[in-house]
């Protein structure tokens, strides 16, 4: 499968922004995706990962299923952006578990740093 783009998941009031990498897109043709909203046949669905830590809740992953299986090892943080926020890992897996370990799969669990700025969604000093 030729991967064009990944684009966006909503987690309460954040949207996250999951894209390949903008040479791979446009070496394709493809258009700039909006920051919030995508489509594309080659994505079925984002995820959008939250954790409740001690003080409130954080955005801490997304889990891209695509139309077509993957083969494990087939992504690298490189191939994905999330705006404002920096990506640990990547790995395809076999199911929708953010814990699954790595294994042919339709899924990419993207993990992200929860200490990011932009990380938390619900807690003290936010709307």
Do not use: Y
């Not at 949207?15 to 394709?28: F, T």
């Not at 993957?70 to 890992?89: E, N, S, W, Y």
């Amino acid at each position: 499968m030729t991967m064009n783009r990944a684009s966006c998941a909503a987690a309460i009031a954040m949207a996250l922004m999951v894209v390949l990498a903008p040479m791979d897109v446009q070496a394709q043709g493809g258009p700039k995706v909006n920051d919030t909203v995508f489509s594309t046949d080659a994505i079925k669905r984002v995820t959008a990962v939250t954790r409740v830590f001690g003080r409130g809740q954080s955005v801490v992953g997304a889990i891209v299923e695509f139309a077509e299986p993957l083969k494990a090892g087939a992504v690298q943080p490189k191939d994905f952006a999330v705006d404002g926020r920096t990506i640990q890992t990547v790995r395809v897996t076999g199911s929708p578990d953010p814990d699954a370990p790595e294994a042919d799969g339709r899924f990419v669990v993207i993990a992200l740093d929860p200490s990011d700025k932009d990380a938390a969604v619900f807690g003290p000093g936010l709307d």
